[in-house]
C-alpha cells in the first residue's frame, strides 16, 4: 500500500524513515509537494493539449531561435517561389512553423509594384517553474528540464535565463538550440565560463582604468577621438567579452538596435538603463578591437560576426 497519510508515513517504523535522515512528517510533506506539483505539470499539459492561446499569449516567454533550427526550414519549403525572406523569429501561436507575408508598400505613388517580404515564425516558448523549466519548440512533444544544483531558472526583460543561486548576478540566456542540444550541465559550464570572462575583462578594464587616471573629460575626449576614427560596436564585441549571444541580440531587440548592425560606442552608452558595467565593457572591447585593426591595416570578418 503506497503510503499518504501521517499515520501511514509512521507506521513504516524508525529503519525505513531512516533513510535519508527524514521523519515521518518530512516525509509526508516531500509527499505531498510531489503530489501537487505533478498536479500542476499535468494541469499545465492538458492545457497546452487542449489548444488554450491563454496559455501561449500570457504563461509562456518567447525563446529565441538558435543559429541553427531545422524548423525554419520547413516554413521555406513550403513556399518554395517565394524569395524575400526576412530572419525566422520566435512565437506561440497556434501553427507549430507558419509563414507570414509582411507588406513593405510602394517604392513611390507612381510604381504600381508592391514589395513583400516573409517571415518564417517556429513556436518556440517556455514557462519557469520552480526547479525545471517546460520548454515547447515546434511540434515536438514538451520538454521539462531541470535546473542544475545551485542554479535556477529565471526570466527577466531579456528572456529566459540560467541564474548561478551563489552569483546572482551570473546568469546565462538560452535560445532554442541550447535547449534542444545541450545538456543542463553544459548550459552550467557556458554560464561560469562568460562569468569569468566578465570578471577577467572588469579587471583588466579597472587595472587600465587606474594606470591611466583618467578624467571623465579626458574619457570623453577619447570617446569621441575614436567615433570620429570609425570606431563601432557590434554583437560580436558583446559575446567577445563573456555575455551571451541571446541575451546579446535580445537586448538589442528591446532597444530597437539591429543585431546585424554596427553602433557607435555613444549610441549603446546612451542605452545603458541600469546596464552600465556591461556596456562600457562591450564598449572598451569595440574600442580596443578597432585599436588592433587600424595598427593592422585590415579587419577579419570573424571580428565583427
Not at 519557469?128 to 514538451?142: I, K, N, S, T
Not at 539591429?258 to 565593457?281: K, T
Amino acid at each position: 500500500m503506497r503510503p499518504k497519510t501521517l499515520t501511514d508515513f509512521r507506521k513504516l517504523g524508525k529503519k525505513r524513515l531512516a533513510h535519508g535522515g527524514r521523519t515521518a512528517r518530512q516525509s509526508r510533506k516531500m509527499f505531498l509537494d510531489r503530489e501537487r506539483r505533478d498536479a500542476e505539470l499535468a494541469a499545465i499539459a492538458d492545457e497546452y493539449r487542449g489548444g488554450a492561446e491563454r496559455f501561449r499569449t500570457r504563461l509562456t516567454s518567447l525563446v529565441p531561435l538558435g543559429a541553427s533550427c531545422p524548423h525554419e526550414d520547413r516554413g521555406m519549403a513550403e513556399h518554395p517561389r517565394r524569395k524575400n525572406w526576412r530572419s525566422s523569429l520566435s512565437g506561440r501561436g497556434m501553427c507549430p512553423v507558419d509563414a507570414i507575408t509582411i507588406n513593405c508598400g510602394r517604392y513611390s505613388s507612381r510604381c504600381t509594384y508592391t514589395k513583400y517580404e516573409y517571415q518564417v515564425i517556429v513556436r518556440s516558448c517556455a514557462r519557469v517553474r520552480p526547479g525545471f523549466l517546460l520548454y515547447w519548440l515546434a511540434d515536438e512533444p514538451m520538454r521539462r528540464i531541470k535546473a542544475p544544483h545551485g542554479y535556477r531558472w529565471d526570466e527577466d526583460a531579456t528572456g529566459v535565463r540560467l541564474v548561478s543561486i551563489a552569483r546572482p548576478a551570473d546568469d546565462y540566456h538560452v535560445d532554442s538550440h541550447d535547449l534542444s542540444e545541450c545538456s543542463p550541465r553544459q548550459l552550467a559550464a557556458k554560464l561560469r565560463e562568460n562569468a569569468l570572462i566578465r570578471r577577467r575583462e572588469a579587471r583588466e578594464r579597472a587595472a587600465r582604468e587606474r594606470a591611466a587616471k583618467l578624467s571623465a573629460k579626458q574619457e570623453a575626449r577619447i570617446l569621441r577621438t575614436a567615433e570620429r576614427e570609425g570606431a563601432t560596436v557590434c554583437v560580436r564585441d558583446s559575446v567577445n567579452i563573456g555575455n551571451c549571444e541571446a541575451g546579446t541580440r535580445s537586448w538589442a531587440k528591446n532597444h530597437g538596435l539591429d543585431a546585424s548592425r554596427h553602433y557607435r560606442p555613444s549610441e549603446v552608452l546612451a542605452l545603458a538603463n541600469g546596464d552600465g558595467r556591461r556596456v562600457a565593457l562591450v564598449v572598451s572591447a569595440a574600442l580596443r578591437r578597432h585599436r588592433v585593426e587600424m595598427d593592422r591595416g585590415f579587419a577579419l570578418l570573424a571580428d565583427h560576426r
